[in-house]
């Protein structure tokens, strides 16, 4: 038995330090002693204020509030000062509804297209999704309103979510899927950091020591609190030891008891405890000095109109142009246009379940269409349905789109994914577009060739079928709650599209990294793609996909010239010129990648290692600077359980998509020393590949025979020599294991 102090940290006792450690109810934490209570929600694209009943699906009504684009659009921005804007907005928007911490963002990455909430994440790659959470977490933070980074981690599938484990090596998981929570963590100090349902590796996130305490808080400096994604703990007292603060929601004292108890029986320690409330109680504090007069106040009709704005400019930016053969667009005003699609009268702008957020407002994209070309210019057709119909319902419905299409001057389709075909909750089993709606646009496009699709989904949809349909494709994933004014803007060049895919479209779902292994079973998933997630993939295995990762067309052109790299401590400086050698203004993504032709570790052909954006005028150039900082060039060394920079000669490539790389130069950077102690196990080949032990070796043991030996056996005698363990050089008879042994104590002496 333990007997702990009467008092702790801010003078409680340990019954109410381990109060503080759970919540209230479903939303707020415990007022204890002097250590008040908080409010937390959930966003991340809006504030979800529930003010009657309470959940975490999404279920119950919640206060009016901006739904900004979720991640899956506002990742096709590429543009961190705009994300870092909608986080500020959200954070006024927070404080006005009386939230302290705002459950966001959602930093996971997309490992696979079918995940169910691959809508909340950003993207395929951990450098995008980094950048643009760090600044989402910024503009959230400045507001006086906490970020909750999450899901905390390799939290990548729904399928089974509260049980299954994610199997993932070392260096996969710290390149892949923690990397992007690394630099939120170190650059954007987020107030708190949320741990997923699942296991990694057969441990719970929220009891997981390594995770939470070894590699959050110890590598990467959090000083912050740890919550539990909701209802993701099952055992408190493992939960505490290993590092998490706040379990939500509360369990009516259940779990108090249990960590009591556990303090009293010595298997969780006191100092865990008392370590967590004091994070505890030092959030509340921040929170409650960030409070200000409007705190709780409600969201004004001026500031939501300005939102709503900010939400339009927003959605805009995030539109990509997939493709637009014979300049289709953008659209000229006089013509007639055939609008067609369920989506365009009911728009599809979020996701389901514990992010839907109640909008302040919703622009309708058949509106806004008629408002820029007149609403004596446009038709409707509703063309196809996402309910239940029958098959002479079906042709009906086709049947009066064609016709309205082949009277007009244009034709823009809508098609996507309906709300009950992707959600929290479940993964998709597919990747295709509904059968109805190809076969609709099949039906548009025979009797008008001037076809645009608009697309409304939240995970990846194959592309192929339609792209060989539709002169013109528009990407819009999900925009929020003024996405159909967005549409308007770019399908009419009042905006000229700049947006970027955040992840790669495959021709089929068979060509997709995970597609064996997802989304697992019995309760565990292997990661057995590795670092190959993603346009690391199809870059790998040179396989044709629909649309690269970065991929994004404009109104008008860019030329690329002049690039010049600069090696200096940071890293990789690139200067490029870049110039629009178009007839309109646009905004072009220019985006760096990174070879390392030879690496002596497996690595992918390239990666993004950096990116930034212009804005230009028709024939202005502008040279452009970004740094390739040298830690994002590094590999997790799984023998050294380090980051190394390997040296040598590396390839910088600057272009508007991963496979549309403009001008590339080469670079000679400096390595990071890595010298791992000798074994008998080493073989000769890791003994020769450093100079030093080489030398040595040299000296002791008798030189391998020539090449005419070799020649004579039919072998290349020197590669098969290196993966010889010195070990076994005894066993061959040519040195006894005390001498080779003593050889390596002196090889590694002199280190």
Same mark, same amino acid.
């Given at each position: 038995?333990?007997?702990?102090?009467?008092?702790?940290?801010?003078?409680?006792?340990?019954?109410q330090?381990?109060?503080?450690g759970?919540g209230a109810?479903?939303? !707020?934490?415990?007022?204890v002693?002097?250590?008040?209570?908080?409010?937390?929600?959930?966003?991340p694209?809006?504030?979800?204020?529930?003010? %009657?009943?309470?959940?975490?699906?999404?279920?119950?009504?919640?206060?009016?509030?901006?739904?900004?684009?979720?991640?899956?659009?506002?990742?096709?921005?590429?543009?961190?000062?705009?994300?870092?804007?909608?986080?500020?907005?959200?954070?006024?928007?927070?404080r006005?509804?009386?939230?302290?911490?705002?459950?966001?963002?959602?930093?996971?990455?997309?490992?696979d297209?079918?995940?169910?909430?691959?809508?909340?994440?950003?993207?395929?790659?951990?450098?995008?999704?980094?950048?643009?959470?760090?600044?989402?977490?910024?503009?959230?933070q400045?507001?006086?309103?906490?970020?909750?980074?999450?899901?905390?981690?390799?939290?990548?599938?729904?399928?089974?979510?509260?049980?299954?484990?994610?199997?993932?090596?070392?260096?996969?998981?710290?390149?892949?899927?923690?990397?992007?929570?690394?630099?939120?963590?170190?650059?954007?100090?987020?107030?708190t950091?949320?741990c997923?349902?699942?296991?990694?590796n057969?441990?719970?996130?929220?009891?997981?020591?390594?995770?939470?305490?070894?590699?959050?808080?110890?590598?990467?400096?959090?000083?912050?609190?740890?919550?539990?994604?909701?209802?993701?703990?099952?055992?408190?007292?493992?939960?505490?030891?290993?590092g998490?603060?706040l379990?939500?929601?509360?369990?009516?004292?259940?779990?108090?008891?249990?960590?009591?108890?556990a303090?009293?029986?010595?298997?969780c320690?006191?100092?865990?405890?008392?370590?967590?409330?004091?994070?505890?109680?030092?959030?509340?504090?921040r929170?409650?000095?960030?409070?200000t007069?409007?705190?709780?106040a409600?969201?004004?009709?001026?500031?939501?109109?300005?939102h709503?704005?900010?939400?339009?400019?927003?959605?805009?930016?995030?539109?990509?142009?997939?493709?637009?053969?014979?300049?289709?667009?953008p659209l000229?005003?006089?013509?007639?246009?055939?609008?067609?699609?369920?989506?365009?009268?009911?728009?599809?702008?979020?996701?389901g379940?514990?992010?839907?957020?109640?909008?302040?407002?919703?622009?309708?994209?058949?509106?806004?269409?008629?408002?820029?070309?007149g609403?004596?210019?446009? !038709?409707?057709?509703?063309?196809?349905?996402?309910?239940?119909? !029958?098959?002479?319902?079906?042709?009906?419905?086709?049947?009066?789109?064609?016709?309205?299409?082949?009277?007009?001057?244009t034709?823009?389709?809508?098609? %996507?994914?309906?709300?009950?075909?992707?959600?929290?909750?479940?993964?998709r089993?597919?990747?295709?577009?509904?059968?109805e709606?190809?076969?609709?646009?099949?039906?548009?496009?025979?009797?008008?060739p001037?076809t645009v699709?608009?697309?409304?989904?939240?995970?990846v949809?194959?592309?192929a079928?339609?792209?060989?349909?539709?002169?013109?494709?528009?990407?819009?994933?999900?925009?929020?709650?003024?996405g159909?004014?967005?549409i308007?803007?770019?399908?009419?060049?009042?905006?000229?599209p700049?947006?970027?895919l955040g992840?790669?479209?495959?021709?089929r779902?068979?060509?997709?990294?995970?597609?064996?292994?997802?989304?697992?079973?019995?309760s565990?998933v292997?990661?057995?793609?590795?670092l190959?997630?993603?346009?690391?993939?199809?870059?790998?295995?040179? !396989?044709?996909v629909?649309?690269?990762?970065g991929?994004?067309?404009?109104?008008?052109?860019?030329?690329?010239?002049d690039?010049?790299?600069?090696?200096?401590?940071?890293?990789?400086?690139?200067?490029?010129?870049?110039?629009?050698?178009?007839?309109?203004?646009?905004?072009?993504?220019v985006?760096?990648?990174?070879?390392?032709?030879?690496?002596r570790?497996?690595?992918?052909?390239?990666?993004?290692?950096?990116?930034t954006?212009?804005?230009?005028?028709?024939?202005?150039?502008?040279?452009?600077?970004?740094?390739?900082?040298?830690?994002?060039?590094?590999?997790?060394?799984?023998?050294?359980?380090?980051?190394?920079?390997?040296?040598?000669?590396?390839?910088?490539?600057?272009?508007?998509?991963?496979?549309?790389?403009?001008v590339?130069a080469?670079?000679?950077?400096?390595?990071?020393?890595l010298?791992?102690p000798?074994?008998?196990?080493?073989t000769?080949?890791?003994?020769?590949?450093?100079p030093?032990?080489?030398?040595?070796?040299?000296?002791?043991?008798p030189?391998p025979?020539?090449?005419?030996?070799g020649?004579?056996?039919?072998v290349d005698?020197?590669?098969?020599?290196?993966?010889?363990?010195?070990?076994?050089?005894?066993?061959?008879?040519?040195?006894?294991?005390?001498?080779?042994?003593?050889l390596?104590?002196?090889?590694?002496?002199?280190?």
């Amino acid at each position: 038995m333990t007997t702990p102090p009467e008092t702790g940290p801010h003078g409680l006792t340990l019954e109410q330090q381990a109060a503080l450690g759970s919540g209230a109810d479903f939303w !707020t934490t415990e007022r204890v002693g002097g250590v008040p209570s908080i409010v937390l929600t959930d966003g991340p694209h809006g504030v979800r204020r529930q003010a %009657g009943a309470t959940d975490h699906l999404g279920l119950s009504a919640s206060l009016p509030a901006t739904c900004f684009p979720p991640a899956v659009g506002l990742a096709q921005s590429w543009d961190p000062e705009l994300v870092g804007r909608v986080g500020s907005a959200l954070g006024a928007e927070a404080r006005a509804l009386g939230v302290d911490v705002l459950l966001g963002p959602g930093i996971n990455i997309k490992r696979d297209p079918r995940g169910g909430r691959n809508f909340e994440y950003f993207s395929e790659d951990p450098l995008l999704t980094g950048t643009l959470g760090a600044a989402w977490v910024r503009g959230l933070q400045d507001n006086g309103v906490g970020a909750s980074l999450k899901h905390f981690a390799a939290n990548n599938a729904e399928h089974d979510r509260m049980r299954s484990s994610s199997d993932v090596d070392p260096r996969t998981l710290r390149e892949i899927y923690l990397r992007a929570f690394q630099r939120v963590v170190r650059t954007s100090r987020p107030w708190t950091v949320m741990c997923s349902y699942n296991r990694i590796n057969g441990v719970y996130a929220s009891e997981n020591h390594w995770l939470l305490t070894t590699v959050l808080r110890h590598e990467w400096g959090f000083e912050g609190v740890v919550v539990s994604d909701w209802g993701a703990v099952a055992d408190r007292p493992a939960a505490v030891a290993a590092g998490l603060d706040l379990q939500m929601p509360g369990d009516g004292g259940a779990s108090d008891a249990a960590l009591v108890a556990a303090v009293r029986d010595g298997s969780c320690p006191v100092g865990a405890v008392a370590a967590s409330a004091s994070r505890v109680a030092d959030l509340a504090a921040r929170a409650e000095r960030s409070r200000t007069r409007a705190h709780g106040a409600g969201l004004e009709e001026s500031r939501a109109q300005e939102h709503h704005a900010l939400a339009r400019e927003v959605a805009a930016r995030c539109v990509v142009l997939l493709k637009n053969d014979g300049d289709l667009l953008p659209l000229a005003p006089g013509g007639s246009v055939a609008v067609i699609g369920e989506f365009a009268a009911e728009p599809r702008y979020q996701g389901g379940g514990s992010s839907h957020v109640n909008p302040t407002r919703l622009d309708v994209p058949l509106d806004e269409i008629r408002a820029l070309a007149g609403a004596d210019a446009v !038709t409707f057709s509703q063309g196809h349905t996402t309910a239940a119909a !029958t098959e002479e319902e079906v042709r009906e419905l086709r049947g009066e789109a064609v016709r309205a299409a082949g009277a007009a001057d244009t034709a823009v389709v809508f098609l %996507g994914l309906a709300a009950h075909q992707e959600s929290e909750g479940f993964d998709r089993d597919h990747i295709d577009l509904p059968a109805e709606q190809l076969a609709l646009l099949a039906a548009v496009t025979g009797a008008q060739p001037r076809t645009v699709v608009v697309l409304s989904h939240g995970g990846v949809v194959a592309l192929a079928p339609v792209a060989d349909l539709a002169p013109a494709l528009l990407d819009g994933a999900l925009l929020g709650q003024a996405g159909g004014g967005a549409i308007a803007d770019v399908l009419f060049g009042r905006v000229n599209p700049s947006g970027r895919l955040g992840e790669t479209v495959p021709l089929r779902l068979q060509d997709t990294p995970a597609y064996l292994n997802f989304p697992g079973e019995n309760s565990a998933v292997l990661y057995g793609e590795g670092l190959y997630v993603g346009y690391r993939w199809y870059d790998a295995r040179e !396989t044709e996909v629909a649309f690269p990762f970065g991929h994004g067309l404009s109104y008008t052109e860019f030329a690329y010239s002049d690039l010049r790299l600069e090696q200096g401590a940071d890293g990789i400086t690139a200067h490029l010129t870049v110039t629009n050698t178009g007839g309109r203004a646009g905004r072009e993504v220019v985006q760096f990648y990174v070879s390392k032709p030879g690496s002596r570790v497996s690595r992918a052909p390239r990666e993004l290692k950096g990116f930034t954006s212009v804005a230009l005028e028709p024939g202005q150039g502008e040279r452009v600077s970004v740094l390739l900082a040298r830690e994002d060039l590094a590999y997790w060394e799984v023998r050294a359980d380090r980051w190394i920079v390997e040296g040598g000669e590396y390839t910088v490539s600057a272009g508007a998509s991963s496979r549309d790389l403009r001008v590339s130069a080469p670079v000679e950077v400096e390595g990071d020393e890595l010298r791992l102690p000798l074994t008998l196990d080493s073989t000769l080949g890791e003994v020769m590949a450093d100079p030093r032990a080489a030398a040595i070796l040299a000296e002791h043991l008798p030189a391998p025979q020539g090449d005419d030996a070799g020649q004579a056996m039919g072998v290349d005698m020197a590669r098969m020599m290196e993966s010889i363990p010195l070990g076994r050089i005894a066993a061959l008879g040519q040195a006894d294991l005390a001498s080779l042994q003593a050889l390596v104590d002196g090889i590694n002496g002199e280190g």
